[in-house]
């Protein structure tokens, strides 16, 4: 699944907020009604089915957040490619 990350999304993110960051942003915007970002994971979720779905996050989202986080909210837009977790 491709997750975008938009220059809007980053202008919206909150630095330091698991749900509100611009990768947080970028699944919600695939229509999912809950995201939380967890260092090397994100757990999204609907409201209609309740099942909870875990997705690595590859090294690039990774780095983008911690550098988001460090400078207060810079960034540049980028997509990125994340499978489904089996655990």
Do not use: H
Request: charged share 30%.
């Amino acid at each position: 699944m491709k997750v975008t990350v938009t220059q809007e999304m980053i202008d919206k993110g909150i630095p330091g907020d698991c749900s509100d960051c611009p990768v947080a942003l970028g699944f919600l915007a695939l229509g999912y009604d809950g995201v939380s970002i967890d260092g090397d994971s994100a757990a999204v979720w609907k409201k209609a089915d309740r099942n909870e779905q875990i997705y690595y996050l590859p090294d690039e989202a990774r780095r983008f957040i911690t550098s988001f986080d460090a400078t207060s909210g810079k960034g540049e837009p980028f997509e990125f490619e994340v499978e489904l977790s089996s655990y």
